[in-house]
């Protein structure tokens, strides 16, 4: 039995598998990128989620965690959308959870994303300020 786990850091991804005879590290993906989420949708395709200070934040899919292909043009936000925080599973989609403070959802396998406005357009939320993580939108 083989073990996968992802690990995101600050300048790249990393695949890590475990095998009988031990681990084995691929990678970097998105090397010099932060890599700040991974996420399987319920069809089985890989998520990857990147940010940058000067490009913002991408989601990326693979069938084989080797091959990636960006989501375009992925969730949008009307406040900055800066990072992906997170991906849950939810029924027959998936959820991204998103700073600034924002959720969206795809029901076609991680191809397009919309927002879900029980919580974007919360009211008062242009009064929401971030605490120690910032404001995100997490789990």
Same mark, same amino acid.
């Given at each position: 039995?083989?073990t996968?786990?992802? %690990?995101?850091?600050? +300048?790249?991804?990393f695949?890590? &598998?475990?095998?009988?005879?031990?681990?084995?590290?691929?990678?970097?993906?998105?090397?010099?990128? +932060? %890599? *700040?989420?991974?996420?399987? *949708?319920?069809?089985?395709?890989?998520?990857c @989620?990147?940010?940058?200070?000067?490009?913002?934040?991408?989601?990326h &899919?693979?069938?084989?965690?080797a091959d990636w292909?960006?989501?375009?043009?992925?969730? +949008?936000?009307? &406040?900055?959308?800066?990072?992906?925080w997170?991906?849950?599973?939810?029924?027959? #989609?998936?959820?991204?959870?998103?700073?600034? @403070?924002?959720?969206?959802?795809? *029901?076609?396998?991680?191809?397009?994303?919309?927002?879900l406005?029980?919580?974007?357009?919360?009211? #008062?939320?242009? #009064?929401?300020t971030? /605490?120690? /993580? /910032?404001? @995100?939108?997490?789990?």
């Amino acid at each position: 039995m083989t073990t996968t786990l992802a %690990v995101g850091t600050e +300048k790249g991804g990393f695949i890590l &598998r475990k095998t009988p005879g031990g681990w084995s590290v691929e990678g970097p993906f998105f090397e010099g990128w +932060k %890599v *700040t989420a991974w996420g399987t *949708t319920p069809e089985g395709t890989h998520l990857c @989620a990147i940010a940058s200070n000067w490009f913002g934040a991408s989601i990326h &899919r693979s069938s084989d965690l080797a091959d990636w292909a960006q989501v375009e043009p992925g969730p +949008k936000h009307h &406040r900055k959308l800066e990072q992906i925080w997170t991906f849950a599973n939810v029924d027959d #989609g998936i959820l991204t959870g998103v700073a600034e @403070a924002g959720l969206f959802a795809s *029901t076609d396998d991680g191809l397009n994303w919309e927002p879900l406005p029980a919580l974007n357009e919360f009211p #008062g939320n242009e #009064g929401w300020t971030p /605490g120690l /993580g /910032g404001l @995100a939108a997490h789990r």
